[in-house]
DNA sequence: GCAATTCTCGGACAGGCGTCAAAAAAACAC
DNA sequence: GTGTTTTTTTGACGCCTGTCCGAGAATTGC
């Protein structure tokens, strides 16, 4: 066991586990606004209060450090729809909180979801974090499927496609409106609020 | 006009635009391997038979080589369903031929469209080749859209959505295959041949 | 054949990268 | 308050980057 690893498992809300924290989201800010091929330690340190050195206090490498990154922020995203799930009582209600929240982080973490598409082509080139991408795929795979059956559900009906297939479609449509919207249509945002109403009921049976 | 844009224009066909285009395809090879993130100028030449500081007589700079290489394979990537949209004479053969060559050339070129996603994702972050990325995917959304409209004129019926949504749909599950190759899983290439009838089915009226 | 032009090479430049280590600073123990 | 440990900084390391330049090679025109 290496001697970060080391620290991390002595203790879990520590100063040491907090700084790491603090670390990662300065990571995640200097990266969503410059790209991984863009941003070295030193400005990720910028955007913290400690200096480029002690980077390597709490971190192995630069993998582990945007690995912490990424999946504090994306783990997080897939639990955004996690309460409509459990509390809406329409299929109506559903699909427009289910949108509105959808076309909501795209306009406001715009810059951070972008992050997101960036990680996940890195990690097809290198080997670095990519078993963190690979979970988080999973992750939002998992959303996106739960989100499906329980729309279903609520319908009254069973889904017509396969969860993978479900996680394209919804996550080909985001990052297209997201592209679009970076690209300063700001139509394309509204757009998806009704694709993506489109797009549940055509995902039932 | 600059030095290399003046002697682009002098002429076509000469030994000048050759070079750049035997450049442009040794880009291609690298920035396939490696990424772009990964991929210098010497890794480029080295893929070549010339050193790297003759790159700089070809080309302006790094994104003008690297717009040239990714424009010569993806403009004609989008020519490559003109064939079947032209002699396809049944919405079965249609549908057959259009999934064979998809999943084909994912399989054989899996890399070369990696490297697709990795520069439309740095265009998000860089302005270098950004007009060139536009324009490809302004041609693979017309390619989209003629391969659905196309297939709805042999069925007998009209298109179900955008032109936009059309491209945001298929392009989610060809990159969303994609990824899952790269990652070991074979059998996604097989669900995408009949992910795509699917598709094409559920985009008529 | 010579002269002029086109082309190619290899090295230099400034600057950035990830990483590491020694020393200074801060925090803690007693 | 002293001694020890934890934390932070600073500066260096070797390597790589895109770009540029001068010298030489190859080609062309006549």
Redesign the pocket.
Known sequence: MSATAE?VARSTV???AQ?RQMLAESALKAIAEQGYA??????IAQHS??????????FE???DLIALAVWNYKSECARRYDDIIATARTPEEFADRFASTMTGTLRDEATLHRLWYDLRNQAMFNTGFRDTIVAIDDLLQEMVWAVVSRFAELEGVAPALTPPLAYALFDGVFQNTLIRFLRGDTQAVENLSIEVRGLLKSALA
């Open positions: 620290r520590n100063k040491f700084r863009e941003t070295g330690l030193r400005a209060e400690l200096s480029h050195g002690s980077l390597h206090y709490y490498d630069k993998d």
